[in-house]
Nanobody, 128 residues
Framework: QVQLLESGGGLVQAGGSLRLSCAPS????????VGWFRQAPGKEREFVSA?????????????YYAGSVKGRFTISRDKAKNTVHLQMNSLKPEDTAVYYC????????????????WGQGTQVTVSS
């Protein structure tokens, strides 16, 4: 497992943007598939986006999105900074949740059980 640290959450008005970041402690993130999940009060944790592990010096991985965020959110891997970002645009009140970064050595699925390592979460609140 790898220790993960998320940052970038906060309060934003509907239509606004936020960028979340996830960095590992003491590991090369290129060797990990990284996912973002979110959990709203009273709801189950749900998949948001994922990026597969980097397969070469020029590869940042393949990207995947939940239907509810496709076209609004972008996941990316910053190899130089050993960080994965989730750029969230056109935010809606229904995007309000605690967002979690997760990682695993390979991308085998988009469920909670498919990721071995988890961050502590960062709160995103979108006001209407």
């Amino acid at each position: 497992q790898v220790q993960l640290l998320e940052s970038g959450g906060g309060l934003v008005q509907a239509g606004g943007s936020l960028r979340l970041s996830c960095a590992p402690s003491g590991r090369a993130f290129d060797n990990y598939a990284v996912g973002w999940f979110r959990q709203a009060p009273g709801k189950e944790r749900e998949f948001v986006s994922a990026i597969s592990r980097s397969t070469g010096s020029r590869s940042t991985g393949s990207t995947y999105y939940a239907g509810s965020v496709k076209g609004r959110f972008t996941i990316s891997r910053d190899k130089a900074k050993n960080t994965v970002h989730l750029q969230m645009n056109s935010l809606k009140p229904e995007d309000t949740a605690v967002y979690y970064c997760a990682a695993d050595t390979s991308l085998t699925g988009f469920g909670v059980a498919d990721f071995a390592s988890w961050g502590q979460g960062t709160q995103v609140t979108v006001s209407s």
